[in-house]
């Protein structure tokens, strides 16, 4: 299956009333979720293997992002976002939002979609003759929640309880 069938959505609007999800991956040529699990192995004196699992540190590089202001395309509020973390040394709830990982059938439709909190980290301003870049790390804080996704209107849905 094509990578394009996964797609990770930011908001841009850093948990703002209206929801501003922003889609990466157009200028990036690889985007990972480094799953970072916290595994301990034991053996004991029988020689018997035990394994401790206990849970994950997800985090992924994004990188390059570049930084751009034209009207109308995807990066520009993110690029806006980073720019002001980057330049005012934001932490904390400043750099808190949510991000939705889709996965799309091979014909376009949502399969299912999860959502969860994020911290974003700019890592670095500047870049090459190719233009400024604003890369960043994504931190997931955890909250992932199973629901439904509408990619024209990229809108999260979350189950109703009861």
Same mark, same amino acid.
């Given at each position: 299956?094509?990578?394009?069938?996964l797609?990770?959505? !930011?908001?841009?609007?850093?948990?703002?009333?209206?929801? /501003?999800?922003?889609r990466?991956?157009?200028?990036?040529?690889e985007? #990972?979720?480094?799953? /970072?699990?916290? &595994?301990?192995?034991?053996?004991?004196?029988?020689?018997? /293997?035990?394994?401790?699992? #206990?849970?994950?540190?997800?985090?992924?590089? !994004?990188?390059?992002? *570049? *930084? %751009? &202001?034209? =009207?109308?395309?995807?990066?520009?509020?993110?690029? =806006?976002?980073?720019?002001?973390?980057?330049?005012?040394?934001?932490?904390?709830?400043?750099?808190? %939002?949510?991000?939705?990982? @889709?996965?799309?059938?091979?014909?376009?439709? @949502?399969? %299912?979609?999860?959502?969860?909190?994020?911290? !974003?980290? +700019?890592?670095?301003?500047?870049?090459?003759? $190719?233009?400024?870049? !604003?890369?960043?790390?994504? *931190? *997931?804080?955890?909250?992932?929640?199973?629901?439904?996704?509408?990619? $024209?209107?990229?809108?999260?849905?979350? +189950?109703?309880?009861?």
């Amino acid at each position: 299956m094509e990578r394009k069938y996964l797609a990770h959505f !930011i908001d841009a609007s850093m948990n703002g009333t209206t929801k /501003n999800y922003v889609r990466l991956g157009k200028d990036l040529e690889e985007l #990972n979720q480094e799953l /970072n699990p916290d &595994v301990e192995q034991k053996k004991n004196i029988l020689g018997e /293997n035990s394994v401790q699992h #206990n849970g994950y540190e997800v985090s992924s590089e !994004i990188e390059p992002l *570049y *930084y %751009t &202001v034209d =009207t109308g395309t995807d990066n520009t509020a993110l690029s =806006t976002v980073l720019r002001d973390i980057a330049m005012n040394r934001k932490t904390g709830n400043a750099c808190k %939002t949510t991000m939705v990982d @889709v996965w799309l059938k091979e014909d376009g439709t @949502v399969d %299912t979609a999860f959502r969860e909190n994020v911290t !974003i980290v +700019p890592t670095s301003v500047g870049g090459d003759t $190719s233009g400024i870049q !604003i890369p960043f790390t994504v *931190y *997931y804080e955890g909250g992932r929640v199973e629901g439904t996704w509408d990619m $024209s209107t990229k809108t999260f849905t979350a +189950p109703s309880n009861g």
